[in-house]
């Protein structure tokens, strides 16, 4: 079967799929997105989804491509059409077509809206945490404004390939204080020896994930305790345990950094303990 892209008001064989030359999310970046887990036919934390997805809107005054109602709609029929039973649904907005120009165009240039969704085996998605990931660190490099979830991903992009090369699965930005900010995609979590989750506050230094937010919910009701503030790469090297936390990963344990080994080299029994309950906070809508 044929996957199935909607774009602009038509769902249409993702082969045939495409947006203008001219579209400011392909001239300048100049666009939002959101990804949500799918998971069991359940789209997880959508609500949490789109609300960030509304915040990232009016940070950058771009409009809104359709009420919240008849995004959530789309949103189903596009996992539907695709029979996503476990998998992931994207969703993107741009400014729109119009003339190359900075300066935005006016109100009736209409935004562009693209969704698409894919299957994702869960027996792949879960074999990474049963042994641990490692992460290598890199110079942050991305400007000022990353709690908004842009499309302008280059120094992600370079610092996956800086991962990768180093056969790492995640790189985390390291401001000019020695602090960790976040992983390329994802939030950054370490451990303490007494058990304290401790991670960035999200303030504009880093985006506030959906599954960092919800995973609060889950400590809170583990009785464990957070605490929000910057935490070097060597508090995190030498932390009792690390991991990392987005909608594609869930919570993912770090067994290394920077080719040196996170506590024992394993994944942890706090971060394994988060990722087997979390869904069971979640926030979960059939599609």
Not at 69 to 91: K, P, S
Not at 128 to 139: I, L, Y
Not at 200 to 207: C, N, T
Not at 269 to 279: C, E, V
């Amino acid at each position: 079967m044929s996957r199935i892209a909607y774009v602009n008001g038509r769902y249409v064989p993702l082969g045939e799929a495409s947006v203008h030359i001219e579209d400011r999310g392909f001239q300048f970046a100049d666009g939002v997105y959101e990804v949500c887990e799918v998971r069991g036919g359940y789209i997880v934390d959508g609500v949490r989804h789109l609300a960030r997805l509304r915040r990232s809107l009016h940070e950058l005054q771009m409009q809104e491509p359709m009420d919240e109602r008849a995004l959530d709609v789309v949103i189903r029929e596009t996992v539907r059409r695709n029979r996503v039973h476990d998998g992931l649904v994207y969703i993107q907005v741009t400014r729109g077509v119009a003339r190359r120009d900075f300066l935005f165009p006016g109100d009736d240039v209409a935004p562009t809206l693209v969704v698409i969704a894919r299957t994702v085996d869960p027996a792949k998605a879960e074999a990474p945490a049963m042994d641990g990931v490692g992460v290598v660190t890199v110079e942050e490099t991305r400007w000022a404004r990353v709690d908004i979830k842009t499309t302008g991903l280059l120094p992600n992009v370079l610092a996956k390939e800086t991962a990768r090369a180093a056969k790492a699965k995640e790189a985390w930005f390291v401001d000019r204080d020695g602090n960790v900010t976040e992983g390329a995609s994802s939030n950054a979590w370490i451990v303490t020896a007494d058990g304290v989750l401790v991670t960035r506050p999200a303030d504009f230094g880093i985006l506030r994930g959906i599954t960092r937010t919800t995973l609060f919910d889950v400590a809170r009701e583990e009785g464990l305790r957070i605490e929000e503030r910057p935490f070097t790469v060597a508090e995190a090297k030498a932390a009792h345990e690390a991991f990392l936390t987005s909608a594609t990963t869930i919570v993912m344990p770090i067994v290394r950094i920077d080719g040196k080994p996170v506590g024992d080299g394993k994944p942890g029994p706090l971060a394994r303990k988060l990722r087997q309950h979390f869904h069971t906070v979640a926030e979960k809508k059939p599609i």
